[in-house]
T-cell receptor, first 113, second 117 residues
Framework: GNSVTQMEGPVTLSEEAFLTINCTYTATGYPSLFWYVQYPGEGLQLLLK?????DKGSNKGFEATYRKETTSFHLEKGSVQVSDSAVYFCALSEKTSYDKVIFGPGTSLSVIP | GAVVSQHPSRVICKSGTSVKIECRSLDFQATTMFWYRQFPKKSLMLMAT?????????EQGVEKDKFLINHASLTLSTLTVTSAHPEDSSFYICSAINFLGLQETQYFGPGTRLLVL
């Protein structure tokens, strides 16, 4: 079945460091891919998404490119801030809608000043 | 922006009792809501899809008689954990789909932490 794998962390970075969180997926067909973020004490928020191969999703300085050949959707940010400390979930949906989102295990990120 | 609320935010109950968790879409109507369960340091597992006016669709391995879902209106879905046991202790999260034109967005609630003693 469909699944999402991502580095589980925790990841600790200094402020202004470069961030990469790896995510790979297994799916039949052509899923949509997402990154969600969960800040401490808050609900999940959609960070960015991509709906087809080679699409690049971006938001708040974060980017991820839908790579069908490597079945990957790695999250990157050039310079992290303390406020980026959160748990990041890679996810996929079997359709272009948000039906049945399948989540990866989540990666906890701590950014220290 | 669109907001989804959950009530209560946390609940502690005795084993054998039933607990109801509410999920509300505050400024939009949601024909479809989802219920997830998140274990500590684990990912979210989809439990069921809640459809307004019809029966919920449960994922494989989820006991529908244990986790009762009622989507009685376009802004409210409830999850009732019946005869709760300590292994039901978890973080329960709902989400709701908001349709704006041709685009749909899924909004998540803040979650309800259930502890069964």
């Amino acid at each position: 079945g469909n699944s999402v794998t991502q580095m589980e962390g925790p990841v600790t970075l200094s402020e202004e460091a470069f961030l990469t969180i790896n995510c790979t997926y297994t799916a039949t067909g052509y899923p949509s891919l997402f990154w969600y973020v969960q800040y401490p004490g808050e609900g999940l928020q959609l960070l960015l998404k991509a709906t087809k191969a080679d699409d690049k999703g971006s938001n708040k300085g974060f980017e991820a490119t839908y790579r069908k050949e490597t079945t990957s959707f790695h999250l990157e940010k050039g310079s992290v801030q303390v406020s980026d400390s959160a748990v990041y979930f890679c996810a996929l949906s079997e359709k272009t809608s948000y039906d049945k989102v399948i989540f990866g295990p989540g990666t906890s990120l701590s950014v220290i000043p | 922006g669109a907001v989804v609320s959950q009530h209560p935010s946390r609940v502690i109950c005795k084993s054998g009792t039933s607990v109801k968790i509410e999920c509300r879409s505050l400024d939009f109507q949601a024909t479809t809501m989802f219920w997830y369960r998140q274990f500590p340091k684990k990912s979210l597992m989809l439990m069921a899809t809640s459809n307004e006016g019809s029966k919920a669709t449960y994922e494989q391995g989820v006991e529908k008689d244990k986790f009762l879902i009622n989507h009685a209106s376009l802004t409210l879905s409830t999850l009732t954990v019946t005869s709760a046991h300590p292994e039901d202790s978890s973080f329960y999260i709902c989400s709701a789909i908001n349709f704006l034109g041709l685009q749909e967005t899924q909004y998540f609630g803040p979650g309800t932490r259930l502890l069964v003693l």
